[in-house]
C-alpha cells in the first residue's frame, strides 16, 4: 500500500542514504564460492549494493557507495568506492568499521558523511579530515556551487502530535498522541528534519547555521522517503529550493499538496512557487476522498495542489522544474515535468505527451534547456528526453529499468544506475543523442556482482500479450527457471505487485526477486494487471475505487492463459504470492479462486478493509482509494463495493494453505491485519503459519530475518507444489 517515486524506494531498499556507524565489525566483499548453479538465499546476501553516485567535475572518476551486509553478524556496512570513467581503477577507500555514505565531489575532494559528521578525504583516501563539529548528528547534506555554504540536515524535537512527557518522569514510556499523523511508516512522530544553511570557510563547516524553516512545524525533507533530493541550490549559490508539506495532524494526513519553495540567503524571505500569495485553503471533508470535493478543477494547474517535489534549477538559474501531480490525496497521479520560469512566474508543464510517471531528472548542461528523465513504459524503465517545446524522444529501450540519472562530462554523458530481473544494480554511462535516439549507447562501467552472477545459471525472461476479460491486452512477464527443459511441467507461482500503483517493471528485490524464485524450479507469471504506470492513465486509474473488480480479473486471466496455452505449467500445481496491496490480492483471491490455487502467501497484506480505514497512518491513501469511510450512510457505489469486498468476509469461502507473513513495525498495514487473517485459517483448520517479524516494517531488513524470510517463503511453495 505505498506508491513512491521509483527512485527514492529504490535507495531505500539498497540502504543508501545517511547511516550511523555500525558496531565495530568490518563487513566488506563477499568472494563466496558456491556448490551449484543455482540462486539461494545466502548467495543474494551476499551481494553488493550499490547506492548514490557522482561524477568529478571533469569526468573522469565516478565516486559511489556500495553497501555489504553479514548474515553472521546481522549487520551492514556502507563504504566508499572511486572507479575511473574508462572502468579502471575501482577501489574501496573505506577501511575502518564505520558506515560511510552520501560520497560527493568537493574542490577535487570527496566530501562524506561518518559517525554523524562531515568528512572529507582525496580521492585515493588519503588526508581524511572532520570538517564540522554540529552539534546534532548531520543526516544529509548539499554544498552550494560555489563551496562557501553547506545545507545540513537535522532532527529537531517535535512534540506537535505526541506530547513530551514530564520531566519528573524520565522512565515513563507512554504517549499522549492529540492529533492524528503521531506515527509515520515504521516510527512514532517524536522529531523532524529541517534543513540549516552553514558557512563554510578555510577551517571547515561553522559552529552554527541557520534552520531554513526556523520557527514552523513542519518537516524537510518530506517523510518516509525524502531526501536531498527535495532540495536544490541556485547556480548563482544564493537560494535554496525546497520541497515541504506545511500542514500538521488531521490536515496532513489527509492531503498530499506539497510545495516548492524557494529560501532567498540573504534576506531570509522564502516565497512559494506553487501557490499565489494570498490562497486560501478549501475546506475539505476528512472521510471523503477528494475527487468529490470541489478542490480539483481548472484551478489545479495554477495553485498545484497535488505532490509537488523534487526542484533542480536549470544551468543558467531562469528556470526551475519539478515533479507536479495535479490532484490533492492522490498520491499515485501522474508525476508531470513542471518548469517555472523564475523571471515572468510562468509554469509550463513539458511531459504531457508521455502518458505514464516522470520518475527522475535531470537538466542537460547546453542551450537547447533539454531535460533528461527516467520512466516506466510497458514494463520498463528506460531514458527519455524532452526540450522547451514539448518535444519528447525515448533514447533507451531496455528489457531493464533505469533507476537515476546524472550529469557527468560536462553534460556529454550521464551516469546512470541500471538493475533488471537477472542483474542487480550497476553503473553505467550513457552517451544520449536526441536527434538519433537510436545512436544512444549505454556502457556497464562497474561488475559489483560479476563474482557471483558468473557462478549462476539464469532465468530465461519472456514477455506475453494477455487477453482480459474485457478485450483488452495485457502485458505479462514470464519468468523461467535456469537449465529450463521445455519438456517438463514445472509449478507456477502468479505474482500479485503492491502499490496498488506500482508498476511490474525490469526490478531487482533483494525479497521478491524473480532470479531466486526461477531457481528453485518455479515458473513466475507476472502480469502488469490494472491498475499499473506505464500503459496510460487511464489503465492506471482503473483500480481506485475498485481494488476488487478488473484488476483481479487481470490476476485471472494471467494465470488461467499460462495454464491453458503455456504446455510447461503444471496447472495442478499453481501458487499465488504477493505483498502489500499484492498481499491484499492473495487474501482475496483465497476467497474466490474456484481451486486454481494449490496454496498461497500473503506479505503485509490488508485483510479487512474497515480497520485498515483507520489503522493507517496517511489518510488521504484510504480516502482516495476506497471513496470514504465506512460509516458515511448512504454510501457511495465504490466505497459500497470496496468495503463489502473486502477479504475477511469472504474466509467462509477459503480451502486452501496460506502462509500470512508481517512485521510488527508496519505502520502502513499493521501487523494485526496478517493475524488476523492467520487466525481465521487457523480457526477455519486450514493449514497456515504465520511468520511475524517483532523488529521489521513494511519491508525485510535485516540480514538474517531476510535468510529467514526466503526459507520460510520456499518450504511452504515446496511443501504444497513440489511432488
Known sequence: MIKTISTIALAVLLGTGSAKAQDDVKIGRQDIKLTSDLMTPEALWAMGRIGAAE?????????????Y???KANKSQQKIAVINADGTGNTTLTTGTKSETDPTWLNGKIAFLTGGQLWTMNADGTDRRQISKTAKDIEGFKFSPDGTKVILLHSIDFHEMIKKNPDDLPKATGRLVTDLMYRHWDHYVESIQHPFVYEVNGEGVAANGTDLLEGEPYECPMEPFGGMEQLAWSPDSKSIAYTCRKKTGLAYSISTDSDIYIYKIGTRETKNLCKPEGYVEPEIDPTTSMKYQKVNDKENLVNNVGYDTNPQFSPDGKYIAWLSMERNGYEAD????????????????????FDSNVDAFVWSDNKDAMIYFIGVWHATENLYAVNWKGELKQLTDDWADFGSVSLMNNGKQLLMERHSFTAPADLYIVTPNFKKPEKTTATQLTFENKHILDQLAKPTVQQRWVKTTDGKEMLTWIILPPNFDETKQYPTLLFCEGGPQSPVSQFWSYRWNFFIMAAHGYVIVAPNRRGLPGFGQEWLEEIS??????CMNDYLSAIDDAAKNLPFVDKDRLAAVGASFGGFSVYYLAGHHDKRFKCFISHDGAFNLAAMYLETEENWFSNWEYDEAYWHRPQLPNAKKTYHDSPHKYVENWDTPILCIHGEKDYRINYTQGMAAFNAARMKGLPAELLIFPDENHWVLKPQNGILWQRTYFNWLDRWLKK
Open 69 to 71: 551486509y553479514s548474515v
Open 545 to 550: 475505487g475498485d481494488w476488487t473488480g478488473q
Open 334 to 353: 501522474r508525476n508531470r515535468l513542471c518548469c517555472y520560469d523564475l523571471a515572468s512566474g510562468e509554469k509550463k508543464y513539458l511531459t504531457e505527451s
Open 55 to 67: 561524477a568529478s567535475a571533469d569526468g573522469r572518476q565516478i565516486v559511489y557507495q556500495i553497501g
